[in-house]
């Protein structure tokens, strides 16, 4: 609802403004902003009442933020300010070219607003100077569905970006999905994939795009499906030695694929009577030769081999009767 009445209350407001920090920053630039679009109306989170203590706000080319008066902070259930001539109300100020798209903002996160009743939702509204504006103002909110292929539980957490109460946890089960709705824009949700013996996860995908990493987090945006995809085995070992042709290593059982809690003995032996087993890493990391290795993952080790150093002792007898050079310098 649109309207260039209730003058009185303009002339209060450029009285106010006249005084305002803003009026003395107009003067000292030698123009004077227009007067303050000013808004109220519903505010949501989805289809539900946002919270009183929620924060309202106005952005845009143009747009002095913060100043009194935007944003504005909630003192009722589903609602910003309010019609009547002493009721708060978002007032938006600056130097602002009519028709500037604004953007509209409940605990920093982007909102929707529409012209209530029924009108569409959109993304800005434009500034009118003199204008008295009902817009409700909606923070959207998407669906996120979590699935497990396989054997792992899914550990879902995040705290809502507007209207929080706490954290939200949940977990999704085996080989099961969830949908979680309601989900308000910007909010991040953790997923952590949780296996066990002998499970392996083999990765994420959202929305049918790979995904590195875990636990991932989401970003609200849209609508999106997360997908781990765990298996139980068999499982692959992959040995490596470094560097080449320095050693090997002898596994028992020989192989490279083997069933869930297999347990196999890797033994590093040189190659070069000048090159020593220097240590494991990888998948374990001991110094430890022969070592056990327990198969319930995928694995993959490496054997490190050393040049050996040697300790070289000259002496000269009689003692001061002549010396020894090694590579042109005297060693003793």
């Known amino acids: 609802m649109k309207s260039r009445s209730f003058w009185f209350l303009y002339l209060i407001l450029a009285l106010l403004f006249a005084f305002s920090p803003v009026a003395s920053l107009a003067a000292d630039e030698g123009e004077v902003p227009p007067v303050p679009h000013v808004f109220w109306g519903r505010l949501l989170v989805g289809a539900a009442e946002a919270p009183a203590g929620s924060e309202v706000g106005a952005d ?20 910003y300010g309010g019609p009547e001539p002493l009721d708060p109300k978002l007032a938006v100020n600056g130097y602002i070219e009519e028709g500037t798209p604004l953007s509209f903002y409940v605990d920093e996160v982007r909102a929707e607003v529409r012209e209530p009743p029924g009108g569409a939702w959109q993304d800005t509204y434009p500034f009118h100077s003199y204008w008295r504006t009902e817009l409700d103002v909606r923070v959207p909110v998407y669906t996120l569905t979590v699935a497990s292929t396989g054997c792992c539980t899914i550990s879902v957490e995040y ?59 989401v970003t609200m945006d849209d609508n999106y499906t997360a997908v781990a995809t765990c298996y139980m085995g068999p499982f692959t070992l992959e040995v490596n030695v470094d560097p080449e042709g320095m050693g090997h290593v002898d596994v ?7 069933t869930c809690c297999t347990t196999i003995t890797l033994t590093a032996v040189s190659d070069d009577a000048c090159w020593e087993f220097e240590g494991w890493s990888g998948a374990v990391v001991t110094t430890t030769n022969p070592m056990s290795i327990h198969m319930d993952s995928d694995k993959v080790i490496t054997a490190t081999f050393a040049l050996k150093t040697f300790t070289l002792e000259v002496a000269v007898s009689p003692e001061g009767g002549g010396d020894v050079q090694v590579d042109g310098e005297v060693a003793a």
């Open 159 to 217: 705290i809502p970006s507007v209207a929080a109460n706490g954290p939200v946890t949940d977990t999704v089960a085996p080989g099961d999905s969830k949908a979680f709705p309601d989900i308000p824009r910007d909010t991040e949700v953790q997923l952590t994939a949780e296996t066990v013996v002998c499970c392996a996860l083999e990765g994420w995908e959202v929305d049918g795009s790979p995904v590195e990493g875990n636990p991932i987090v």
């Open 252 to 258: 028992s059982p020989p192989g490279e694929v083997y």
């Open 60 to 79: 845009g080319e143009g747009v002095m933020t913060p100043v009194e008066g935007n944003p504005i902070t909630t003192t009722e259930e589903g609602k």
